[in-house]
């Protein structure tokens, strides 16, 4: 199983800064009360709120080096609409720069320690969704950088395929299989292959022979894997057992 990132500690820091501009951008003079479509409980407000607490409280958390998370109080901080700008890139610059300064110290995380930058790179790939959520209930477009999306992607297999996943989310464990493959094939680069086995999820950054194959462009396959955009709405061409990629998506919707 792949576990390591392609990006070095400061795309992950840049990666940061420029979603969180993104993002900013699109929520900026947004209705706090409108709704958010692929966040159903969700308003603007909570999203916004949502996004910029994580970035303080996994700021924290590095910064203080945390060996557990119960060091730290959550955080339910909320702000007025009108300096969601600015307290949205504080957050992301303070958490950038903690996880430059502490990129190899050992902290606390829901997978056991690991290496500080764990955590701008979680919340950066948190981020990557949430942005999408922004741009489709306030209908402004969406880009990505080809290579943070591509992490994004990685990551999420990272968590799905760990042997912890199916105790987190129990319908995890349906994806276990015997053997079935699913080809992520984007217009450039690697794609991902992932194997369905009796242990649970497998993967690897390439291509093969595969019972189902989604391709399109790296955002394309994005949208798709993190549920933002339905199949039959999305530019990205299924070949293959289309039930093998639904019975997929249907169990990791979060």
């Not at 992950?12 to 209705?31: M, N, P, Y």
């Not at 955080?75 to 950038?96: F, I, Q, Y």
């Not at 056991?112 to 402004?140: S, T």
């Given at each position: 199983?792949?576990?390591?990132?392609?990006?070095?500690?400061?795309?992950?820091?840049?990666?940061?800064?420029?979603?969180?501009?993104?993002?900013?951008?699109?929520?900026?003079?947004?209705?706090?009360?409108?709704r958010v479509p692929t966040c159903p409980e969700w308003s603007v407000k909570d999203l916004v709120e949502h996004v910029g607490n994580a970035f303080r409280w996994t700021a924290g958390?590095?910064?203080?080096?945390?060996?557990?998370?119960?060091?730290?109080?959550?955080?339910?901080?909320?702000?007025?609409?009108?300096?969601?700008?600015?307290?949205?890139?504080?957050?992301?610059?303070?958490?950038?720069?903690?996880?430059?300064?502490?990129?190899?110290?050992?902290?606390?995380?829901?997978?056991?320690?690991?290496?500080?930058?764990?955590?701008?790179?979680?919340?950066?790939?948190?981020?990557?969704?949430?942005?999408?959520?922004?741009?489709?209930?306030?209908?402004?477009?969406?880009?990505?950088?080809?290579?943070?999306?591509?992490?994004?992607?990685?990551?999420?297999?990272?968590?799905?395929?760990?042997?912890?996943?199916?105790?987190?989310?129990?319908?995890?464990?349906?994806?276990?299989?015997?053997?079935?493959?699913?080809?992520?094939?984007?217009?450039?680069?690697?794609?991902?292959?992932?194997?369905?086995?009796?242990?649970?999820?497998?993967?690897?950054?390439?291509?093969?022979?595969?019972?189902?194959?989604?391709?399109?462009?790296?955002?394309?396959?994005?949208?798709?894997?993190?549920?933002?955009?339905?199949?039959?709405?999305?530019?990205?061409?299924?070949?293959?057992?289309?039930?093998?990629?639904?019975?997929?998506?249907?169990?990791?919707a979060f």
């Open positions: 199983m792949t576990t390591l990132t392609t990006l070095s500690a400061q795309r992950l820091a840049e990666g940061l800064r420029e979603e969180t501009g993104a993002f900013a951008g699109i929520v900026a003079g947004a209705d706090p009360a409108g958390l590095v910064e203080s080096r945390a060996a557990t998370p119960e060091s730290l109080a959550p955080l339910t901080e909320e702000v007025d609409p009108a300096d969601w700008a600015a307290w949205l890139t504080e957050g992301a610059g303070r958490l950038a720069d903690a996880g430059l300064r502490e990129a190899g110290t050992e902290v606390w995380t829901f997978l056991g320690p690991r290496p500080a930058i764990f955590w701008p790179r979680r919340i950066l790939h948190d981020l990557v969704v949430h942005h999408a959520d922004a741009a489709l209930a306030l209908g402004a477009p969406y880009t990505v950088a080809p290579d943070v999306a591509a992490d994004t992607i990685s990551e999420g297999l990272e968590l799905l395929a760990g042997p912890e996943a199916a105790a987190r989310k129990p319908e995890l464990g349906e994806l276990r299989g015997t053997g079935e493959r699913l080809l992520l094939r984007p217009d450039a680069g690697d794609g991902w292959l992932i194997t369905r086995t009796p242990q649970g999820v497998d993967w690897t950054r390439g291509t093969g022979e595969a019972d189902v194959v989604l391709e399109g462009t790296v955002t394309d396959l994005l949208l798709v894997f993190s549920r933002r955009n339905p199949l039959d709405g999305s530019p990205a061409k299924v070949t293959g057992d289309r039930a093998l990629l639904e019975h997929w998506l249907a169990r990791t």
